[in-house]
């Protein structure tokens, strides 16, 4: 007798945390589960989400393009694990008909994960922790003389969820913190202990510069050679947001020169780095994979909101609000589930 339960597809679950999570589990009634723990190409994604309706994406990385959606014919619904999904061509998906929802609402509260590993960050820098127990597991002993973050000074650019929690935390370790983001106000600045301050006086004055934008057309390259410069021989750079928001090139020829005193990115231009990659070697920089969100709590999440949105689907209950092209469902009858709308006064759905 066939299988009558809709194939789930989850996309480069390398760490496992959602094909282990007990939330999944629990939906073996419902649902038939497939995991791919290695990114795939169009190619591999086309054969193995043949017969798949959802599909669950993880990373920035698994692009949806117009490409890879007209390949995916079977597919009726993408969850998302996150606020956004910068990397599915939502108009292409309006045209395949193929519904985008999100893990989360993307102005959801302040969430502590990626400060904490800000904070991680410029303690192993200026501690020097990554030479000393690489001198140790060496077999040595190194002589190091670290530097303290109380009384320096953190730039944070861009004050949304983790900008603020970023300063939040920072100040509580006697640092003095400047807050920059277009629309940020001196008062609400104050409110999070904060200042605010234009982006070129933050950039001149910090000691550390934290990455926190948006991935915009606006704010790719918004750190490039002339920023580097302000930054200056003394100043830290770290980026836990989005690679591109950094000129990558101009960033290696900085560290390179000297012209910042470091870098620690745990965000590049393309993911995983190539192996022949500069950043890779320069004694002057850390680098981390992408972990700035991959911690048990974050994954729990991701596996509750996924479990939680497929039983919704299924039952034709999604929330609308946090599907980004609800138009869809009016115009593709839905094989598995779908949404519940009503009607609002003005014929749109609501």
């Not at 299988?3 to 597809?9: F, M, Q």
């Not at 519904?99 to 609402?105: E, F, N, S, V």
């Not at 034709?316 to 519940?340: I, K, T």
Request: with cysteine.
């Amino acid at each position: 007798m066939p299988d009558s339960r809709p194939r789930v597809l989850v996309l480069d679950d390398y760490e496992a945390g959602l094909g282990r999570s007990p939330h999944l589990a629990a939906l073996d009634d419902l649902i038939d589960l497939e995991t791919l723990r290695e990114p795939v190409g169009p190619d591999e994604l086309a054969v193995r989400a043949r017969g798949v309706p959802f599909v669950v994406t993880i990373r920035e990385r698994t692009r949806l393009s117009e490409e890879v959606l007209t390949r995916l014919p079977d597919a009726e619904l993408v969850l998302q694990t996150g606020g956004h999904a910068y990397h599915i061509d939502l108009d292409a998906a309006r045209r395949h008909n193929v519904m985008i929802a999100l893990g989360r609402r993307s102005k959801s509260s302040p969430s502590p994960v990626v400060a904490e590993l800000v904070l991680g960050l410029m303690i192993a820098w200026y501690r020097n922790l990554v030479p000393a127990v690489n001198g140790v597991r060496a077999g040595g002993w190194p002589a190091s003389l670290g530097r303290m973050l109380s009384g320096r000074t953190l730039g944070v650019l861009g004050f949304g969820r983790h900008g603020v929690t970023v300063a939040q935390r920072a100040h509580a370790m006697g640092m003095t913190v400047l807050a920059w983001s277009p629309s940020l106000t001196p008062e609400r600045a104050a409110a999070r202990h904060a200042q605010a301050a234009g982006f070129d006086a933050l950039l001149a004055r910090s000691d550390v510069v934290s990455v926190h934008v948006p991935l915009r057309p606006e704010t790719v390259g918004l750190i490039g050679a002339r920023e580097l410069r302000l930054m200056g021989p003394d100043t830290l750079l770290i980026n836990t947001s989005r690679g591109p928001v950094v000129d990558e090139a101009a960033l290696v020829e900085a560290l390179s020169t000297r012209t910042i005193e470091g870098a620690a990115l745990d965000v590049f231009d393309v993911e995983p780095l190539p192996a022949p990659h500069p950043l890779r070697t320069l004694d002057n920089v850390i680098c981390t994979p992408h972990l700035g969100y991959t911690v048990d709590a974050a994954f729990e999440d991701f596996a509750e909101t996924t479990a939680r949105q497929l039983r919704a689907y299924l039952a034709h209950d999604l929330d609308p609000e946090l599907v980004l092209n609800p138009e869809v469902a009016s115009r593709r009858p839905a094989a598995w589930g779908g949404l519940r709308f009503h009607p609002s006064p003005s014929g749109a759905l609501s």
